[in-house]
C-alpha cells in the first residue's frame, strides 16, 4: 500500500474512532408526568397566516403571529404577537393586534399587552381603540374589557376604564368614563 492508501485508511480509523462512542450512547428517554401532559402543546407554529371563512364562504377573520401553540386538551391555542384582521358582514376590516394573545374553542380570544384594535374603514368615527387586556367574541364581533381603555378618532379621545362594544354596530358602552379631550381643526 502506498502513502495515500495509508492515509485513508488511518482518516477513516480515526473518524470511526470519534464516532463509536457516539454510535453506541444510550439514548437518554424523557419520562414525562402523565398531571403535565396536558401542559405540552399538542403542536406548534412559526409564522403562522391562517384565514377562517363562514358557511357563505367570506373571509370571516386571518391571524398572523409569530408563534402558536395550541393545547387539545385545554381547550385553547396561544400566540405570541398576533394580528388579526376581523371582517364584518360588509367586508370591512378592524385589525388587532397585541403581545400575546389566547384563542378558546368557543370562539373568544383573550389578548394583552399593548392591545391595539384599528378601523381599517376610511370614513369612520372611531379610528382606534388601545389598552392592556381586551376579550373579542369572533363570532358575534363584541369586545370587551375591565381594565383603562383609550378610543380615539379624528379629533378626540375618550379614556375609559372598561369597555363593552359592538364591532359590527359600533355601539359602545364606557364602563367608567374618566376623559374626554376634543381637539377641533383649525
Do not use: C
Not at 462512542?21 to 424523557?30: K, M, N, S
Not at 394573545?101 to 381603540?129: A, H, P, W
Not at 363593552?164 to 359602545?172: K, V
Amino acid at each position: 500500500m502506498n502513502r495515500i492508501g495509508w492515509s485513508i485508511a488511518v482518516i477513516f480509523t480515526a473518524v470511526i474512532l470519534l464516532y463509536l462512542p457516539i454510535l453506541f450512547e444510550d439514548e437518554e428517554e424523557q419520562i414525562i408526568n402523565p398531571d403535565d401532559i396536558e401542559l405540552i402543546p399538542n403542536y406548534q407554529a412559526v409564522n403562522l397566516n391562517s384565514k377562517l371563512y363562514d358557511k357563505e364562504g367570506r373571509l370571516s377573520h386571518q391571524v398572523v403571529a409569530e408563534k402558536m401553540e395550541h393545547y387539545e386538551v385545554l381547550g385553547f391555542a396561544v400566540f405570541q404577537n398576533p394580528v388579526y384582521t376581523l371582517y364584518l358582514d360588509d367586508g370591512q376590516p378592524w385589525q388587532v393586534t397585541a403581545g400575546e394573545g389566547t384563542l378558546y374553542t368557543n370562539n373568544r380570544i383573550q389578548l394583552e399587552k399593548d392591545v391595539k384594535i384599528v378601523n381599517l374603514r376610511s370614513q369612520e368615527y372611531i379610528k382606534q381603540i388601545t389598552t392592556e387586556y381586551i376579550e373579542i367574541n369572533l363570532q358575534d364581533k363584541t369586545l370587551s374589557s375591565d381594565q383603562r381603555v383609550t378610543i380615539s378618532g379624528l379629533n378626540y379621545e375618550v379614556n375609559s376604564i372598561g369597555i363593552f362594544g359592538n364591532l359590527t354596530t359600533q355601539q359602545y358602552e364606557l364602563k367608567e368614563h374618566v376623559q374626554t379631550q376634543f381637539n377641533p381643526i383649525r
